[in-house]
């Protein structure tokens, strides 16, 4: 929902009883509205120089109440591996007591230009956390290095 413009041009009070105008009311009351809606990030993890598989490793953040999350990640490849290289980002959590997984697609173009970002929104329980990790397949004398950047981020609870 779009804020109609601030009313700058109006008086913020009435003269005689030194109340608040109602447009001034309407637009502070919309404005609280969008802020209380909005998404909040939570945490953000960001690394460099990666050269191996990460296993499953929480991202850190205060306990998490049941609600919908969002992940947001970047991940590109930061040294190309001198044959071939293959990087999958995977996420868990748990939804409704059920353990849930979801795998981005294979980063196999083994270029410094080959990256990779998405967006999930994550249904999570109460007090369980959002994992991630990787699978990381370098081939060559040179290893494969990566860049990973990680936001969750709170959309509704």
Same mark, same amino acid.
């Given at each position: 929902? #779009?804020?109609?413009?601030?009313?700058?041009?109006? #008086? &913020?009070? =009435?003269?005689?009883?030194? &109340?608040?105008?109602?447009?001034?009311?309407? /637009? &502070?009351?919309?404005?609280? %509205? *969008?802020?209380? !809606?909005?998404?909040?990030?939570? *945490?953000?993890?960001?690394?460099?120089? *990666?050269?191996?598989?990460?296993?499953?490793?929480?991202?850190?953040?205060?306990?998490?109440?049941? $609600?919908?999350?969002? +992940?947001? /990640? =970047?991940?590109?490849?930061? +040294?190309?591996?001198? %044959?071939?290289?293959?990087?999958?980002?995977?996420?868990? /959590?748990? @939804? @409704?007591?059920?353990?849930?997984?979801?795998?981005? #697609? #294979?980063?196999?173009?083994?270029?410094?230009?080959?990256?990779?970002?998405?967006?999930?929104?994550?249904?999570? !329980?109460?007090?369980?956390?959002?994992? =991630?990790?990787? %699978?990381?397949?370098?081939? $060559?004398?040179?290893?494969? *290095?990566?860049?990973?950047?990680?936001?969750?981020?709170?959309?509704?609870?």
């Amino acid at each position: 929902m #779009a804020s109609p413009p601030m009313p700058a041009r109006d #008086a &913020l009070t =009435y003269t005689k009883k030194n &109340l608040i105008t109602r447009s001034w009311q309407v /637009w &502070l009351r919309n404005l609280t %509205t *969008q802020v209380n !809606d909005a998404p909040s990030r939570i *945490q953000t993890v960001s690394l460099s120089a *990666q050269a191996a598989s990460i296993g499953a490793t929480s991202i850190p953040s205060t306990t998490l109440t049941t $609600g919908l999350y969002r +992940v947001t /990640w =970047y991940t590109r490849i930061s +040294v190309a591996a001198t %044959t071939s290289s293959s990087l999958t980002l995977t996420l868990n /959590w748990i @939804d @409704d007591a059920v353990t849930m997984s979801l795998s981005g #697609a #294979a980063l196999i173009g083994n270029t410094i230009t080959t990256s990779q970002t998405g967006t999930a929104l994550l249904a999570v !329980d109460n007090a369980s956390p959002v994992t =991630y990790a990787t %699978t990381y397949v370098s081939v $060559g004398a040179t290893p494969m *290095q990566y860049t990973l950047d990680l936001t969750l981020e709170v959309v509704n609870t």
